[in-house]
T-cell receptor, first 116, second 114 residues
């Protein structure tokens, strides 16, 4: 979905390096999420943010940090990358307008990260 | 004919057949469910959703069935086409918490044979 973009799309790095993955959205959504996907598995939530001032840990936040620079931007950092962080990373957005009950998420194309 | 899968990680069907992908959810408090399709090299995309006050919802060629008694969700795809080949995820959500996040299943890989 071109409304949610991720950079870079692919990255190869070495153990111990600091890596930042960036996500931008033009959907005007208030909520943003970072997921990790390992081969053959589902999505695991790393961090999520309901608005610029609200950041929450997900299931697997250890080793990761995030920054919500603006409503449209949510970046994920690996302070010191390790090989078991090799995975596909997805950013997603959703919009829970007051009174609505749906929380459909819209995903970016993913970033494939390899840590050697 | 139909191909019915238990909650298996893979499902292979013949083009033109109907497909049924199953999902068991864990939280009895979940009240909103979504099916996503993930094609190779892409992020998941919304297919169809259903609220807990419904037991069936139909879209274009897709139908979602919800059985709250046994906490089971299924996605039926009619006249399966090669373009339907993908990984399908179900997700559960709880409306009245402020968690605002979905819990995803592991996914089922659907392969459509020509």
């Amino acid at each position: 979905d071109a409304d949610v973009t991720q950079t870079p799309r692919n990255r190869i790095t070495k153990t111990g390096k600091r890596i930042m993955l960036e996500c931008s959205q033009t959907k005007g959504h208030d909520r943003m999420y970072w997921y990790r996907q390992d081969p053959g598995l589902g999505l695991q939530l790393i961090y999520y943010s309901f608005d610029v001032k609200d950041i929450n840990k997900g299931e697997i936040s250890d080793g990761y940090s995030v920054s919500r620079q603006a409503q449209a931007k949510f970046s994920l950092s690996l302070e010191s990358a390790i090989p078991n962080q090799t995975a596909l990373y997805f950013c997603a957005t959703s919009d829970r307008t007051s009174g609505r009950t749906t929380d459909t998420q819209y995903f970016g194309p993913g970033t494939r990260l390899t840590v050697l | 004919g139909e191909s019915v899968g238990l909650h298996l990680p893979t499902l292979s069907v013949q083009e033109g057949d109907n497909s049924i992908i199953n999902c068991a959810y864990s939280n009895s408090a979940s009240d909103y469910f979504i099916w996503y399709k993930q094609e190779s090299g892409k992020g998941p995309q919304f297919i169809i959703d259903i609220r807990s006050n419904m037991d069936k919802r139909q879209g274009q060629r897709v139908t979602v069935l919800l059985n709250k008694t046994v906490k089971h969700l299924s996605l039926q795809i009619a006249a399966t086409q090669p373009g339907d080949s993908a990984v399908y995820f179900c997700a559960e959500n709880i409306k009245w918490t402020n968690a605002g996040k979905s819990t995803f299943g592991d996914g089922t890989t659907l392969t459509v044979k020509p």
